[in-house]
């Protein structure tokens, strides 16, 4: 199948050249093209031919084997040969013989010009591998040191270019050849005669084309190793900066060898290992980029096969003598071939099967295969270099390649982010999982030390468990830090605006904070200001998280001293008021170097804290992000071993007219026995949970009945005796939102309070949408089971 497909390619191939070569020698005439007039017994006869534009000096030429003639003695030379030049005498047939490459020649030619030409110029390339010009009796140029043995001969490439006299009507040109390196001998490239000005023009135009497509080619291999080394580990983009690299000399150090007349000192030797060496890498190096870029539709043991023969042939071209490296070209022309119709082939099927990028590189390989065709031609000697053409197809490959590239990291970062997006998707998932089941022992743990510190415990009994509700809220407190930085990372955090009271909201913290204080021998008080009158609107959950976790904070990080909670009005107008809040300390202080490390998540300024006083890091970020949300700041003032002050601004807009009524609270012990005689249907499936709700509302007067599940509950439901549900949301059979979904869809306005491990505003929406209430979170605390059980009730009686 690939044999067929290799022959069809071949056959479009060459179709396409044909017709692409023709269209562009109609179309495209740039300055400079060359004429044609053929050399005659050693004489071009250009009388007849002004000259006005480049002349290849190409015809039968005087050659004369292994003598250096000079150019006052070729009367009367034996053992002349007329040959077609340019000529390769490597291989030629003399007298029955072959020449071989190694040896020196000369080469004549008599140019008969038009009377009064001026102003002309001679183009000579390079040749192999040294030689001596003269123009007449005069010696104009030469590329290294011509000798009859490889005593005193010095190899050289570098381009040309002689002036000749004005108004000279006869030129003889004595070109001295000798080569004891190469495997080739002789001149393989015309020598064009024009007028000097667009001899000048044609060679600035070769060089000026080389050195933009050389810089095209660095910069381009730069940002991709650039890109490589700083971002993406790509190794398709390694290997392309690599190619692009390697294969920049291929173009300015080969053919026109522009970078021969930059550095005309440089070795002949190091420039001949690099130029061949530079052709076996660049095929390897992008056989290699195509398996990296399409793995899954290149054979990889083909690729294995010619990156073997191209570090072969590169490794003999920097270890062997010039002799054998320079005749590994014709066998790498089969590799070349293979590679000009495999590579579109791959980069077809990758196009069938969809992969990232592949029309742009299915087109560029097509431009590949433009250029290595023109390159090929033209070593061959069938076609001009076609140098503009070239240069076109090059940037046209390597603006696709980088398309291919640019998708391909495009797609890479849009898995990469649909990958984080699934890793968030399931950390959250498997955060909310773990709060539950956290969430559930604790509550059986925090619920069963309340119960016993309420039987009258024995003092020492009130100590442990003192230490065990410690702790146990502190791990609560832990996983609340989490979960709430989880949520605020994933932005979907909701911020509520209603009323709130910032000093209530202050006197609790300090109520609530005042016994950590007390243990540690510290103070803590609040400082109000007396212009604080009016409640304002906001979200005072999150403030009141704010405010206790810089008061817990600072009460933590102070070991004598106090600690001072303070409110105070910055500015007030008839609708807003501006206000500062702050907590300051005489704690331990933090230095300046680190105040801006201690906002970041799971960091303290020194991990000694942490070992000292604990913690998981996450509070300071956790208030810094929910003050941002909230358009405000949280900002420090601390000198290390005095204290710290944390504060923030923000305005609030006042609330119009007087404070409401306070909602009705069951906060003493006269409250105990409120829910007498109400019949409560208790829904969890954890016999923890149970028995600490159920002791919970038996102390409180109420009678409990308890069902496992949802279908129980639906079952045992009695609308005549149950005046409230105890909704648990996760349990086998059914959960608690489809029976709470069954309760509302018979018709049944019943309280439902839901149970949940998560937090509440997890699991508000979908609550509210099936018909509950109102939500309890695990572990609950007596009070607000208790105030909540309450009102629901109370307000079913009122109603």
């Known amino acids: 199948m690939l044999f067929s497909v290799l022959v069809k390619a071949m056959k479009i191939r060459w179709f396409v050249y044909l017709l692409f070569f023709n269209l562009s020698g109609l179309v495209i005439k740039p300055a400079g093209a060359t004429n044609y007039v053929a050399a005659v017994h050693g004489v071009l006869d250009l009388r007849n031919h002004p000259v006005t534009s480049k002349i290849e000096l190409r015809g039968y030429w005087q050659f004369y084997w292994n003598r250096l003639v000079s150019p006052n003695d070729t009367a009367g030379i034996k053992n002349r040969l007329l040959v077609e030049f340019p000529f390769k005498w490597n291989g030629f047939n003399r007298k029955g013989q072959e020449l071989p490459p190694y040896g020196y020649a000369t080469y004549l030619l008599t140019i008969l010009l038009p009377r009064g030409s001026k102003d002309l110029s001679i183009a000579m390339p390079d040749v192999y591998c040294a030689y001596r010009l003269y123009v007449n009796d005069k010696e104009c140029a030469s590329n290294g040191q011509v000798s009859t043995s490889r005593t005193g001969f010095v190899p050289h490439w570098e381009y040309k270019a002689v002036d000749l006299p004005a108004n000279i009507d006869t030129i003889r040109l004595t070109l001295q050849v000798a080569n004891f390196v190469h495997s080739k001998g002789g001149v393989s490239k015309p020598i064009f005669i024009g007028p000097r000005e667009v001899i000048a023009l044609a060679r600035y135009r070769a060089a000026a084309i080389d050195l933009l497509l050389t810089g095209c080619l660095i910069m381009g291999g730069l940002f991709f190793l650039g890109l490589y080394l700083l971002g993406s580990r790509d190794k398709a983009i390694l290997l392309f900066a690599l190619f692009s690299l390697v294969y ?46 399409y793995p899954l539709d290149i054979n990889k043991r083909i690729v294995a096969v010619v990156n073997s023969i191209c570090a072969l042939f590169a490794l003999a071209s920097l270890v062997l003598p010039p002799r054998f490296f320079t005749q590994l070209v014709n066998p790498f022309l089969v590799v070349m071939l293979f590679c000009l119709v495999y590579i579109p082939y791959v980069y077809s099927q990758a196009w069938r099967n969809q992969r990232p990028g592949s029309v742009y590189a299915l087109w560029s390989a097509l431009a590949l295969m433009s250029v290595f065709g023109i390159s090929l031609f033209h070593y061959w000697g069938l076609i001009p270099p076609l140098q503009i053409v070239s240069f076109l197809a090059y940037l046209t490959f390597f603006f696709l390649q980088s398309l291919v590239l640019a998708h391909r990291v495009s797609f890479v970062l849009k898995k990469a982010k649909a990958d984080a997006e699934q890793g968030l998707k399931a950390k959250s998932e498997f955060l909310s999982t773990m709060s539950h089941e956290i969430r559930t022992p604790l509550n059986s743990v925090i619920g069963m030390s309340h ?165 998981t890091g996450l509070g300071l970020a956790i208030s810094k992000k929910i003050l941002e949300l909230q358009d405000s700041s949280l900002q420090l003032i601390s000198q290390e071993g005095v204290g710290s002050i944390f504060y923030f601004i923000k305005t609030f807009v006042k609330v119009a007219g007087e404070p409401q009524p306070a909602e009705l609270k069951a906060n003493t012990e006269d409250a105990d026995k409120l829910l007498n005689g109400i019949h409560i249907l208790l829904v969890d499936d954890n016999a923890m949970n149970v028995l600490v709700a159920q002791t919970y509302l038996k102390r409180w007067g109420a009678i409990t009945q308890v069902a496992v599940n949802g279908q129980e509950a639906l079952d045992l439901l009695d609308t005549s005796k149950h005046r409230l549900v105890l909704m648990d949301l996760q349990m086998p059979v059914m959960d608690g939102y489809e029976a709470t979904k069954r309760i509302r869809a018979n018709g049944i306005d019943i309280p439902v309070i839901a149970l949940t491990a998560n937090l509440p505003k997890d699991v508000e929406e979908d609550a509210i949408k099936v018909g509950f209430d109102d939500i309890v979170m695990k572990p609950f605390l007596p009070d607000e089971l208790r105030g909540k059980v309450l009102y629901h009730v109370f307000k079913r009686r009122q109603g």
Do not use: C
């Open 451 to 615: 119960l016993l510190l309420k039987n009258n415990p024995r003092p020492d009994q009130v100590e442990q468990l003192d230490v065990m509700l410690f702790s146990a809220n502190n791990l609560l407190s832990i996983v609340n830090d989490v979960l709430d930085y989880n949520k605020i990372e994933a932005g979907k955090i909701t911020l509520e605006y209603i009323e709130m009271d910032l000093a209530a909201i202050a006197r609790n913290v300090v109520g609530g904070l005042q016994t950590n204080a007390h243990d540690k021998g510290i103070g803590l008080r609040l400082d109000l200001d007396k212009n604080l009158r009016h409640k304002v609107m906001g979200d005072p959950t999150r403030i009141s998280q704010v405010v206790t976790n810089l008061v817990h904070n600072a009460i933590k990080f102070t070991p004598s001293g106090g600690v001072v909670l303070g409110i105070e009005v910055k500015e007030e107008t008839e609708t807003s008021v501006t206000l500062m809040v702050f907590v300051k300390d005489t704690g331990i202080g933090i230095p300046d170097a680190k105040q801006k490390l201690i906002f970041e998540r799971f960091t303290q300024a020194d991990s000694s804290i942490s070992r000292s006083f604990g913690g």
């Open 248 to 293: 920049s000399y291929r173009i300015i150090g080969t053919d026109n060898y522009v970078l021969h007349s930059l550095l005309p000192n440089i070795s002949w030797y190091v420039t001949a290992r690099i130029e061949y060496a530079s052709l076996f890498l660049g095929i390897g190096l992008f056989g290699l980029y195509t398996l990296y870029l």
